[in-house]
């Protein structure tokens, strides 16, 4: 069992940035693949980024790609979202995913087996 809370939402303005953070409960961070999703209101939950277990490799949605960075801290069993140049298109509910033993390449929300219970971040224009 794995538990994830998300923090690091809020409102920002267009152009600027934000950093998610998720931080995961359990001694096998390592072994999960991790994902970052958003939902904004009407919309399915959507793939934003991916990380592989080590880090070293990832994968991003088209709308955010050369803008978002996504990393992670296995000795602090903590995942990031780096947000910048964030635009209003932008605003949902950010939620953190851990895939069992998956890869960078899971980008469907069934591929993960955890999920946080979301953090709002707002962008005004």
């Known amino acids: 069992q794995v538990q994830l809370v998300e923090s690091g939402g809020g409102l920002v303005q267009a152009g600027g940035s934000l950093r998610l953070s998720c931080a995961a409960s359990?001694?096998?961070?390592?072994?999960?693949?991790m994902g970052w999703f958003r939902q904004a209101p009407g919309n399915e939950r959507a793939f934003v980024a991916a990380?592989?277990?080590?880090?070293?490799?990832?994968r991003y949605a088209d709308s955010v790609k050369n803008r978002f960075i996504i990393s992670r801290d296995n000795t602090k069993n903590t995942v990031y979202l780096q947000m910048n140049s964030l635009k209003p298109e932008d605003t949902a509910v950010y939620y953190c995913?851990?895939?069992?033993?998956?890869?960078?390449?899971?980008?469907?929300?069934?591929?993960?087996?955890?999920w946080g219970q979301g953090t709002q971040v707002t962008v005004s224009s």
């Open positions: 990380i592989s277990r080590s880090g070293d490799a990832t």
């Open positions: 995913a851990a895939a069992f033993k998956a890869s960078a390449q899971t980008v469907s929300t069934t591929g993960y087996d955890y």
């Open positions: 359990g001694r096998t961070f390592s072994l999960y693949a």
